[in-house]
Each structure stands twice: as structure tokens, then as C-alpha cells.
């Protein structure tokens, strides 16, 4: 498995994928018209272009040897969370490893790649939103010692939930 930043030319194949790793990540707890609603929204072809086109947006995508998507995370820097407290931060706006090789490390490969690229590029802070009932993401994001600063809304379809709110810095070591 590599990690390379993605193209516009990723855009259908990270749709796919991006769709199906949210619906298994979240459909079994939710309405199917909620879920239904949000990957229509955030994960279209074109929703993804326009993404992948933003300079505030860096996709790294973890592919096997025969260069299929086996997971994929977001940076997006810009404006924190009001309960970010560390200095000059980035947010992982997303990771997801594909559902059928969940469990063969891709989660561990993308962070790595999020905060090598935080540390490149100088931020010092990292941060992220996480469901409050996705106890395995919590979890996985615990082993990588981010803690809870706050918590925020998040729509799904008509549905509000609760992320937390976590951040750790970005050269702290594991």
C-alpha cells in the first residue's frame, strides 16, 4: 500500500468510495433518508471535483499495489472549531478506509500521512469532528492521543447530531 495526495482525475473512483465507506460506517444507526440525503450532498462526483479543486482542501489516498482506493482521508485548513485551543491548527475533515480491508491498518497508514503533511506544511495542531455514538473512531483516535476539547452539531439529512470535538498537536509523539 502507497499514499499519494489525489487529482482531479480521482474524483469518480473517490466519490465510490467515499460514498460506501460513509454508508458503512453509519447506515445501520441511522434513517435510510437521512443517509440517503447526505451522500447525495457530500459525496456527488461533482461535490468531490469542486473539493479536490479547493486549495483549502488536501486529499491523501492509501491505494494497494494494484492501484485500487483502499481508504482516504481529508485535510482542510481554514477556520477551527471555536474549542480549538492549540496554535495555528488543520482539521481531518475526513477518514475512511474502505469497508471490505477495515482492520489492515489503512486507518493507521492515513493518519501517519495527516500528520506528516500537518508537520510539512507547519501547522501544529490537529484537529477533528467524530460522532459521539461511533465508539471505534473515538477509540482509534484516543490511541493517537487526541482528546476531547468541545463538541458541535452535525446534520445528517433532518437528523442533528453531536460530534466531539477532538485535537491533539501535531509533532506530538506516540
Not at 16 to 32: G, H, I, K, V, Y
Not at 68 to 91: N, V
Not at 107 to 125: P, S, V
Amino acid at each position: 500500500m502507497r499514499i499519494r495526495h489525489a487529482i482531479a482525475d480521482d474524483a469518480t473512483a473517490l466519490s465510490a468510495l467515499a460514498e460506501r465507506a460513509f454508508r458503512n460506517a453509519f447506515a445501520a444507526d441511522n434513517s435510510p433518508e437521512d443517509v440517503d440525503a447526505y451522500v447525495r450532498e457530500a459525496f456527488s462526483v461533482e461535490r468531490v471535483r469542486n473539493e479536490l479543486a479547493n486549495a483549502g482542501n488536501m486529499f491523501l489516498l492509501a491505494c494497494t499495489t494494484a492501484g485500487d482506493l483502499a481508504g482516504y482521508a481529508k485535510l482542510h485548513s481554514g477556520t477551527a472549531d471555536d474549542s480549538i485551543s492549540g496554535p495555528h491548527p488543520i482539521e481531518i475533515a475526513r477518514l475512511y478506509a474502505d469497508p471490505d480491508r477495515i482492520g489492515r491498518g489503512i486507518g493507521a497508514a492515513l493518519m501517519r500521512a495527516c500528520l506528516d503533511e500537518a508537520a510539512a506544511r507547519g501547522y501544529r495542531t490537529i484537529w477533528l469532528g467524530v460522532w459521539v455514538r461511533n465508539a471505534r473512531a473515538i477509540s482509534f483516535y484516543e490511541r493517537w492521543r487526541f482528546h476531547t476539547v468541545g463538541s458541535h452539531p452535525f446534520m445528517l439529512g433532518s437528523d442533528e447530531q453531536t460530534d466531539l470535538i477532538m485535537e491533539r498537536p501535531v509533532d506530538l509523539r506516540l
